[in-house]
């Protein structure tokens, strides 16, 4: 039975591991990716600031990625509690 456990316990553990990474994936890929474009077009257009207009926007769209993933997380275990 402790070996039940003991599983159960470790499969939470790299459960909660994912869900860590994925956050940081979800929100860093946006911000990188929208700070390169905005340092590709401050070159080809001789400007200093399209970068941090950019940076923000890929802050927000990544924010809204988080947002989105954890609401559906939040909602999927109100789900398993309630057929529980």
Same mark, same amino acid.
């Given at each position: 039975?402790?070996? +039940?456990?003991?599983?159960?316990?470790?499969?939470? %553990?790299?459960?909660? $591991? #994912?869900?860590?990474?994925?956050? @940081?994936? /979800?929100?860093?890929?946006?911000?990188?990716?929208?700070?390169?474009?905005?340092?590709?077009?401050? +070159?080809?257009?001789?400007?200093?600031?399209?970068? %941090?207009?950019?940076? $923000? #926007?890929?802050?927000?769209?990544? @924010?809204? /990625?988080?947002?989105?993933?954890?609401?559906?997380?939040?909602?999927?275990?109100?789900?398993?509690? +309630?057929?529980?």
């Amino acid at each position: 039975m402790s070996g +039940k456990k003991k599983n159960r316990y470790d499969r939470s %553990v790299y459960r909660s $591991f #994912v869900l860590i990474m994925q956050f @940081g994936i /979800n929100m860093l890929v946006p911000i990188c990716m929208m700070s390169a474009l905005g340092i590709f077009l401050d +070159k080809q257009f001789g400007t200093s600031f399209i970068m %941090v207009i950019l940076f $923000f #926007v890929g802050a927000i769209a990544g @924010g809204q /990625n988080v947002y989105r993933m954890a609401k559906g997380i939040y909602e999927d275990d109100d789900s398993t509690k +309630k057929d529980q």
